[in-house]
């Protein structure tokens, strides 16, 4: 090979090279899911819940009252201002519920005349600042890739890097939280991190303690394979509080809370049937398609 061949063939190579790690996604892009409705689109990314909306509000003091009346924000809440968030009015607020705790985070930007953009955050984990940060400047960039968003329309979910195939009979109930009746119900979130992983489940854990309507009845640890991967969770029996003639069926809720890493990110999913969409010792369908009860 010739010396000029070889310095063009190193320096293709280099160019090649500096653009594949130029253009490396990271996690906060990768892993985040989009759902866009008529009014607002949500998303979920590394453990936060996200939104973004905008109101035909003045970009003032009277119109970021309106928004604190709409998203239940204490009125004393003082607008505070981040140099890393420029032009931006941020909320924050706390949320306990007994072991569990929702930090929540509004971004109040000006959306062009008479207009108030709000990009908000809520995690049951800790926060990061850098997360926030990196998908706020994605959303007012509109960078984000398209292949994040999915449909309303439910047939084929991307769960963990892969496709699973339900049909138009499941309905999403949320961002990343997807219901099939009579088959089970699945919500889960995609992280870089095991600890928040964990934070997140925990936090999940404990607000199904709390619920006014739910009675725990029973916690067992189990082992399972979720995704082919051999992993305990606690499987925690719950009574709904109401009476089953008005539920229509069983009270009692069996769900599945599991941290584990699937193909290089950590999940932190909760799912759930109820005792008459099978039996509280098997799976429903939607369940049996990402784990299965060991013997």
Known sequence: MKIQTLIIWLLTLISLLTFA????VSP????????????????????????????????????????????????????????EFPNAK????????????????????????????????STLADRVKTIEREFYEAILSNSLPKNIYTPMQVDTIQFA???????????????????????GQMSWTELSSLDRAKQITAGQKANNANLKMGKVLEDTEVD???EGQPTKVLKRKLKITIPQFIMGGSNILIIYYVTT???????????????DDIGAKKLPPLLKEVMELKE
Do not use: M
């Open 161 to 183: 890097g892969r496709g699973i195939n339900l049909g138009p009979a499941c309905l999403w109930r949320g961002i990343r939280n997807i219901q099939c009746p009579d088959k």
């Open 21 to 24: 790690q130029n253009n490396q």
């Open 28 to 83: 906060t892009i990768a892993y985040a899911q989009g759902i866009v409705q008529t009014n607002a689109t949500f998303f979920d990314t590394e453990g936060y819940n996200v939104f973004l909306q905008v109101f035909e509000y003045n970009f003032d003091e009277k119109g970021i009252n309106k928004v604190k009346k709409k998203f239940s924000i204490p009125k004393e809440t003082i607008a505070n201002e981040d140099t």
């Open 90 to 121: 941020i909320l924050l607020t706390l949320d306990t519920n007994g072991e569990s705790k929702t930090h929540s985070i509004y971004y109040l930007i000006s959306g062009g005349q008479g207009k108030i953009k709000v990009i908000g955050f």
């Open 224 to 226: 399972i394979l979720f």
């Open 261 to 275: 890493e699937v193909r290089g990110r950590y999940v932190s999913c909760v799912l759930s049937h109820y005792t």
